[in-house]
């Protein structure tokens, strides 16, 4: 938490899907006692909410209507729910995953929540993680990580977190379905998939999950001492 030794600050960690960002941004947040705030299930929250009123992507006037009215919040564990409702769970089926990228990129849909996402990052020190926190979002973030991994590695891990969850996960349908969103990210037009210059690179695809945390963790207790 914020204190006079421990001032504000703002942690970016940007990667691709499944680089073990999510499980590492979590993790981090917790060893150092800050909010973790994942971006990517507010993304994921919209398309949820969209296709439960059957909206398609190209119906952007309903889409921004349906997003300006939403209450977002995120408690001290960073836990959000979206008018009131926890939808952590619903938000990683794969007919979720499927249509996310294309919600996301929609203009309408990231000028309303840059603003949610800024403010809940100024209440308190936080980790933030997304695919745009260090190059739009908070661009002066005091510590910038990007993650990457191969292709292989981020299907394998996120086969075993979809079971983990008691979710089916096919690992050919999930390596597709991750490329496939990679070069909607990257290649969309408003705030693409980009790695900020001056943030730090880690490919896990050869580390452990405690090696990747730890290299996160021992930068910023470094710096912030
Ligand atoms: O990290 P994730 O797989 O849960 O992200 C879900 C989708 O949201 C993915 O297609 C990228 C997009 N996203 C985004 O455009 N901007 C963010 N800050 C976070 C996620």
Known sequence: MDSPSRPHFILAIDGVSGSGKSSTAKTVAKQLGILHLDTGAMYRAVTLLALEKRLQPGQIREIETMVEALHWDADSQGKLTVDGRDLSREIRTDRVTAAVSDFARIPEVRHSL???????????????????????????????????????????????????????????????????????????????????????????SGLTFDGQVAIIVTHVLKNLA
């Open 114 to 204: 840059v603003p949610v996402q800024r403010a809940i990052g100024m209440r308190q020190s936080a980790v933030v993680e997304g695919r745009d926190m260090a190059t739009v979002v908070f661009p002066d973030a005091r510590f910038k990580f990007f993650m990457s991994a191969s292709p292989e590695v981020r299907a394998r891990r996120r086969v075993m977190e979809l079971h983990s969850m008691g979710l089916p996960g096919d690992y050919a349908q999930v390596l597709a379905n991750l490329s496939e969103r990679d070069s909607k990210d990257s290649g969309r037009e408003h705030s693409p998939l980009s790695i900020a210059a001056d943030a730090i690179e880690i490919d896990t």
